[in-house]
């Protein structure tokens, strides 16, 4: 699917970029693989580290907010996997303005150049915090993933298809609770902070997240919402798996934070279909003919489903975590 294909991933200095590429080098043969970020440094690292693959790896810097520079990376583009976005809570919170030209402006850009540059497929990365949001970083997120899905009605015949991957935190990744508790143990640091002692979360590696978009680009047809079906755990089960015996302080909920995640809404219950390994949003569109949009072996999930991380069945418990854990590259 990817073999001899050109593919721009935006944010692609960051720790999904990093996993994407790499799988998509080791496991197929595409043309060439555009990193699109800010950052000079992190370009410099990535391109040291994947020095074989000087053939088929380019390196652009640019920004989501500047709309050229985008249009001239997706020359010749056939895939675009648009990752760049502001998602620390905080500081969105107190720089809205940059997160609404980043997440809301940047996607609105990456849409314009993908529908005038003969691009084929878009996937957008989500969050759950984009669903029922209760900060800005949420709240931006949803606007872009209901601008990618509104794009599917100005594709035309021919245009790309636009779709959306929905996943919490990664487990590991930079900025996430892991490798912040890390951080204090290593410190030596007598215990652990825990906002909400109730608080859960889904459970979902880099490698799952970068096969979540690989399917996505598989299978979309416009307008799709994929949730993958992941475990959850109780964050102070992790902190038991990562320190057993540090004491662990509730220190309260945090402005922005929720007691759990959710992936699916209510709302979105009347469109989404469930499938073995993950759900499926389809868009509620007049463009939309759902009957020829569901893909086969779908299940239409019962009016008012939720997928919440403190009402899954399927659950992590801290001698899973500590495996899993022993395993992980926890990113600083």
């Known amino acids: 699917m990817l073999d001899d294909k050109a593919i721009l991933v935006t944010g692609g200095t960051g720790s999904f970029g990093n996993a994407f590429t790499k799988y998509v080098l080791e496991n197929y043969s595409p043309k060439k693989i555009i990193i699109y970020s800010r950052d000079e440094y992190k370009q410099f690292i990535m391109r040291n580290k994947l020095k074989q693959y000087d053939d088929v790896m380019r390196y652009f810097i640019g920004d989501v907010r500047d709309e050229a520079r985008l249009r001239r990376a997706c020359q010749g583009v056939d ?117 909400d002692f109730q608080m859960t979360r889904f459970w979902i590696s880099l490698a799952e997240g970068v096969e979540l978009v690989v399917k996505a680009l598989s299978e979309a047809k416009g307008g799709e919402t994929f949730i993958s079906k992941i475990p959850s755990f109780k964050v102070v089960d992790l902190a038991s798996a990562m ?22 809404p209510a709302a979105d219950s009347l469109t989404t279909y469930e499938y073995d390994k993950n759900y499926i949003v389809y868009p509620h569109m007049e463009w939309c003919d759902l009957e020829k949009s569901v893909l086969p072996g779908g299940r239409k999930v019962a009016p008012g489903f939720v997928y919440d991380s403190g009402l899954n069945t399927e659950w992590l418990s801290v001698e899973e975590l500590r495996e899993l854990i022993s395993r992980m590259d926890i990113q600083y």
């Open 79 to 195: 895939y675009i996997i648009h990752a760049a976005a502001l998602k620390q809570v905080p500081a969105c919170e107190y720089n809205p303005i940059e997160a609404i030209k980043t997440n809301i402006e940047g996607a609105t850009n990456v849409i314009n150049a993908a529908l005038d540059s003969g691009v084929q497929k878009v996937v957008a990365l989500s969050t759950d915090k984009a669903v029922n949001p209760v900060n800005l970083y949420g709240g931006t997120k949803l606007v872009s993933d209901k601008l990618f899905v509104a794009a599917n009605a100005y594709r035309g015949a021919s245009g790309p298809t636009f779709s959306v991957v929905r996943y919490g935190n990664v487990a590991g990744s930079r900025g996430s609770v892991i490798p912040f508790f890390k951080n204090l143990i290593n410190n030596g640091a007598t215990e652990l902070p825990i906002t």
């Open 243 to 264: 320190g057993p015996g540090i004491k662990q302080v509730e220190i309260g909920i945090r402005e922005g934070e929720k007691l759990h995640e959710c992936m699916v």
